[in-house]
């Protein structure tokens, strides 16, 4: 089945977070239906009930694309807030590829899980793959802790259960491969693991 020129230019935004980073979503069209503190809704045009509030920058780390030998990068987002006038809560607004209180957007994360099991790398490689920084810890320079520390945060980044019943490469190997299965099956596993983790 041949792809229309609007499915593959929809899939080259997927594939690409920097894509992302450079939209400017209106204030409108990002607004949340409701609260996420209160539950209390939108309201209509005349008495809305979560205003705009402003802007705040963010990074986010790791590769724009999941080609290989694509370089790591800091990408700078503006993220959109938003304030309930009811309770008083802020909420910032993330791209699909970002999850509260990480630094990697997620398809660097599943990217990273991927290289390191079914890519056979080494932990150390796939943090030269993954990570903007050339830097390593001199305790141990042959490994990545993120790894681990991702692995132990796997519903807040996925919304994946904790108990897969594995652990360690195992478990990042069913993690990247629970990725790959959201995403398009004519993809590499590759580019499947980086796109799945969009599609939560």
Avoid at 1 to 25: C, G, H, P, R, T
Avoid at 148 to 155: F, H, Y
Avoid at 159 to 186: F, Y
Wanted: with cysteine; charged share 20%.
């Amino acid at each position: 089945m041949k792809q229309s020129e609007s499915q593959i230019n929809l899939l080259n935004a997927i594939i690409d977070v920097k894509f992302f980073a450079e939209l400017d979503v209106g204030v409108e069209e990002a607004r949340p239906t409701a609260c996420a503190q209160c539950g209390i809704g939108v309201g209509c045009v005349g008495s809305l009930r979560i205003h705009g509030h402003g802007k705040r920058s963010r990074d986010a780390l790791g590769p724009r694309c999941a080609a290989p030998g694509s370089k790591a990068e800091i990408i700078g987002l503006m993220l959109r807030r938003y304030r309930c006038i009811v309770c008083g809560h802020v909420m910032t607004i993330l791209p699909p590829f970002l999850a509260r209180y990480f630094r990697y957007t997620t398809a660097a994360i599943a990217l990273a899980f991927w290289l390191w099991t079914s890519g056979g790398l080494s932990a150390s490689e796939t943090r030269r793959q993954v990570s903007p920084w050339s830097l390593r810890g001199l305790c141990e320079p042959h490994r990545w802790r993120s790894l681990g520390r991702w692995l132990d945060r796997l519903d807040d980044l996925f919304a994946l259960p904790q108990e897969l019943g594995e652990s360690g490469r195992d478990l990042a190997r069913r993690s990247a491969h629970l990725m790959s299965a959201r995403a398009p099956p004519k993809f590499s596993s590759r580019l499947r693991a980086f796109v799945g983790a969009q599609l939560r």
